[in-house]
């Protein structure tokens, strides 16, 4: 399975963004799709997630700000990001389990939000 991200840039404190993702090959055996990110020298963690029956999570530092979707057929993602904070600044990663394949990465987008 590939995946495509984009959507990344350079925003204000309080502006929005949004992150597309999208994946191609074998999308029938995705289960879920999501978004990580890896701020400057910090682990990379999970930011949110949804599944194909459409259950969602969130890292807390996001809920209320963030919000993730996707199509029906689970082969696009998006992340709106609402009142983005400098701490937001990071490598966003698409990822996907893919039942048969496990994680799968896609290429990261640089999310830059000045103070």
């Known amino acids: 399975v590939q995946l495509q991200a984009s959507g990344g840039g350079l925003v204000q404190a309080g502006g929005s963004l949004r992150l597309s993702c999208a994946a191609s090959g074998s999308i029938d055996s995705i289960n879920t799709m999501g978004w990580y990110r890896q701020p400057p020298g910090k682990q990379r963690e999970l930011v949110a997630r949804i599944t194909r029956g459409g259950t969602t999570n969130y890292a807390d530092s996001v809920k209320g700000r963030f919000t993730i979707s996707g199509d029906n057929a689970l082969n696009t993602v998006y992340l709106q990001m609402n009142s983005l904070k400098f701490e937001d600044t990071a490598v966003y990663y698409c990822?996907?389990?893919?039942?048969?394949?496990?994680?799968?990465w896609g290429q990261g987008t640089q999310v830059t939000v000045s103070s």
């Open positions: 990822n996907v389990y893919h039942i048969y394949l496990g994680e799968c």
